[in-house]
């Protein structure tokens, strides 16, 4: 089992940034990705960015050039840095993880992002 608990979510005004954490734990051996999700209310949820082992990077096109993920593969953690955020971007951003063929979830953590 993999364990993963957000953090850093909450209101911010449209043009600001806000920095979120996931921070694994348990059997994180094997972990070959992880990333963050976003559910918007009445939406489904939708990729946000991903990183793999080896350091590839996935993002959606919403998000490019505004949010940069990375991995402290020591910490095992993975933060996702979201600048320029929109009124759009509202919604409970979810970590992931993948291990074994098995995806893990967090709990979620709001961001609400002011007009």
């Known amino acids: 089992q993999v364990q993963l608990v957000e953090s850093g979510g909450g209101l911010v005004q449209a043009g600001g940034s806000l920095r979120l954490s996931c921070a694994a734990s348990?059997?994180?051996?094997?972990?070959?990705?992880m990333g963050w999700y976003r559910q918007a209310p009445g939406k489904q949820r939708e990729l946000v960015a991903t990183?793999?082992?080896?350091?590839?990077?996935n993002y959606a096109d919403p998000v490019k050039g505004r949010f940069t993920i990375s991995r402290d593969n020591a910490k095992n953690t993975v933060v996702l840095q979201m600048n320029s955020l929109k009124p759009e971007d509202t919604a409970v951003y979810y970590c992931?993880?993948?291990?074994?063929?098995?995806?893990?979830w967090g709990k979620g953590t709001l961001v609400t992002v002011s007009s």
């Open positions: 348990g059997s994180i051996f094997s972990i070959v990705r």
């Open positions: 990183i793999t082992n080896g350091g590839s990077i």
């Open positions: 992931a993880a993948r291990r074994v063929g098995v995806d893990y």
